[in-house]
């Protein structure tokens, strides 16, 4: 796992102030002055690991700037992980969460720091070998299939999200999203949203949803085991299925990687086999799944689009934000594509 910059001057994270907060907050979870280092990869919330030489913790924080309404929460993101904690799900264990904006300029949580890599790219996973990276992707799939299995109120998530009408405001949802952040035309995205909202297909059962789910928002250890799933800012109760059918979009069109995606080492298994092992893990129908995964287009193209905008502001930080708007127009059309076929 690289870095963007390290050391005690980072943007949106005091290191000085997190200490004093901390002492407060969580007497005993830090012993000495922090240095933090900024965890390359992210596009949304600003992660850090911090440390005092001894321990090492992460810092989750929303973007620096324009902040889209109901995007990058953090008390959603705390609260799903702390709930999961004893679950089959692999989850940081959650130390506290600061909705105190005077502390970092924004709410921010802190939670255990886990050992794993986040694989983006066929050069990382591919040393592996096959066998293990397939195993890898059983196993993501597993455990997409352990987290839909969750009862949302065994947990103390019965009130997390609105199954009922799920689909429907999500399509709702990006389209006021991307309204939040126009600011320039994209040919075929406004009869994008018309066909999505004029074919919603029957609601799956609801589950807890992840929002993001895909291989490189967990971690996964030497031996081949996902060691935690991280990214949690877009989970709610809803239709299951969407996760399914935004992984599947990651896929087919990786997004912001800059060289070849993991998805396509040797041994990785095909999105039509990753969706057999996913219906044989939850015995769900997956007949409409293309438009899941024209609604997964929308929103990923809704979200590189907010992204382009914070850029051409001068907001974001780190590399990779110059070229993310050209990801736009591809994800359109293959939404355009996929309501063709479903």
């Known amino acids: 796992m690289s870095d963007e910059r390290t050391g005690g001057d980072l943007p949106g994270l005091d290191t000085a102030g997190l200490r004093a907060y901390l002492d ?9 002055p922090l240095e933090g ?63 105190d904006t005077e502390v970092l300029g924004a709410p921010f949580y802190v939670m255990e720091y886990v050992e794993g890599t986040p694989f983006r790219t066929r050069d990382e996973i591919a040393p592996l ?34 199954p009922r009408g799920f689909l429907e ?8 999203q991307l309204d939040a952040s126009r600011s320039r035309d994209i040919p075929g995205i406004d009869a994008l949203h018309e066909r999505l909202s004029s074919t919603l297909p029957e609601q799956s ?58 998805v396509s080492a040797e041994g990785y298994p095909s999105p039509e086999e990753l969706v057999g092992m ?25 979200i590189a689009e907010g992204i382009h905008f914070r850029h051409s502001q001068g907001l974001t930080v780190g590399a990779g934000f110059d070229r993310i708007g050209e990801v736009v127009a591809p994800l359109v059309e293959r939404a355009h594509t996929m309501l063709k076929e479903d």
């Open 37 to 99: 280092r900024m965890i390359a990869g992210g596009k949304s919330n600003l992660t850090y690991v911090v440390t005092d030489g001894t321990g090492s913790w992460v810092v989750r924080r929303p973007p620096l700037g324009h902040v889209l309404a109901t995007a990058h929460d953090m008390p959603r993101e705390y609260r799903v992980m702390t709930a999961l904690r004893d679950t089959a799900v692999p989850v940081p264990r959650t130390h506290v969460l600061c909705e």
């Open 24 to 32: 407060s907050a969580v007497p005993g979870l830090v012993s000495g």
């Open 129 to 162: 070998g096959a066998a293990a990276v397939r195993r890898v992707a059983e196993t993501l799939m597993t455990t997409l299939g352990d987290l839909h299995a969750v009862a949302p109120e065994e947990v103390g998530l019965g009130d997390f999200g609105r």
């Open 205 to 262: 059962a609801p589950a807890i949803v992840h929002g993001d789910y895909r291989l490189d928002n967990v971690l996964v250890t030497p031996g081949g085991r996902i060691s935690a799933v991280l990214d949690w800012e877009m989970a709610t109760l809803g239709d299951p299925l969407v996760d399914l059918g935004l992984m599947l979009v990651y896929q087919e069109q990786p997004v912001g990687v800059g060289a070849e995606s993991a």
């Open 169 to 176: 405001r999500q399509v709702r949802r990006w389209r006021k």
């Open 278 to 302: 996913y219906a044989a893990a939850t015995g769900r129908d997956v007949s409409r799944l293309g438009w899941y995964v024209a609604l997964g287009c929308f929103k990923l193209a809704v």
